[in-house]
T-cell receptor, first 114, second 111 residues
Framework: DTEVTQTPKHLVMGMTNKKSLKCEQH?????MYWYKQKAKKPPELMFV???????INESVPSRFSPECPNSSLLNLHLHALQPEDSALYLC?????????????FGSGTQLSVL | GDSVTQMEGPVTLSEEAFLTINCTYT??????LFWYVQYPGEGLQLLLK?????DKGSNKGFEATYRKETTSFHLEKGSVQVSDSAVYFC??????????FGGGTRLMVKP
């Protein structure tokens, strides 16, 4: 199994809603990542988890809250988002943080904030 | 800091045409270089990589050679297909850092 699975594929939410994005991998990878991608732009790193501990937070607003319940799962909790947060949110994993250049990406969650 | 510059797209080609997508980089030390591809509605996939100067990465008919003297890693394919239509991202990796992506180049191949 070489897949990173993300759910849901599409999400529409209001600015007062609370929702969560989910990501799962069963490759035994110990590093997991959240990226944000705006249309026609490269992915921007948000968070990195290494061995289930948060290693990098790229100054992301607190309305985005990551969680890594175990080595296979990664969540992104969303609360009080703004319309400018609408984007494709990509989860990725790698064998280890030291191998963070070879990333396996999920298909993403297309988020629209109304 | 490290940076990657790609040619602006879109690049529009007819099927079986020759493809070149330019990529140049600025980095300290000896980075590894990558091409990732993003098909419509999907995440990115690693297409090929090269880890040292003069290495050639290749996959699915695509090739790129790590040229340290020109700090370049241009992507080429001899005969493109409609199914190659996608966005291509050049990236570099320096030890201890995260991947640095270029801006992406959209390729459109017409039948």
């Amino acid at each position: 199994d070489t897949e990173v699975t993300q759910t849901p594929k599409h999400l529409v939410m209001g600015m007062t809603n609370k929702k969560s994005l989910k990501c799962e991998q069963h490759m035994g990878h110990r590093a997991m990542y959240w990226y944000k991608q705006k249309a026609k732009k490269p992915p921007e790193l948000m968070f990195v988890y290494s061995y289930e501990k948060l290693s990098i937070n790229e100054s992301v607003p607190s309305r985005f809250s990551p969680e890594c319940p175990n080595s296979s799962l990664l969540n992104l909790h969303l609360h009080a988002l703004q319309p400018e947060d609408s984007a494709l949110y990509l989860c990725a994993s790698s064998q280890d943080y030291a191998f963070n250049e070879k990333l396996f990406f999920g298909s993403g969650t297309q988020l629209s904030v109304l | 800091g490290d940076s990657v510059t790609q040619m602006e797209g879109p690049v529009t080609l007819s099927e079986e045409a020759f493809l070149t997508i330019n990529c140049t980089y600025t980095a300290t030390g000896y980075p590894s270089l990558f091409w990732y591809v993003q098909y419509p509605g999907e995440g990115l996939q690693l297409l090929l990589k090269a880890t040292k100067a003069d290495d050639k990465g290749s996959n699915k008919g695509f090739e790129a050679t790590y040229r340290k003297e020109t700090t370049s890693f241009h992507l080429e394919k001899g005969s493109v297909q409609v199914s190659d239509s996608a966005v291509y991202f050049c990236a570099l990796h320096n030890a201890g850092n995260m991947l640095t992506f270029g801006g992406g180049t959209r390729l459109m191949v017409k039948p």
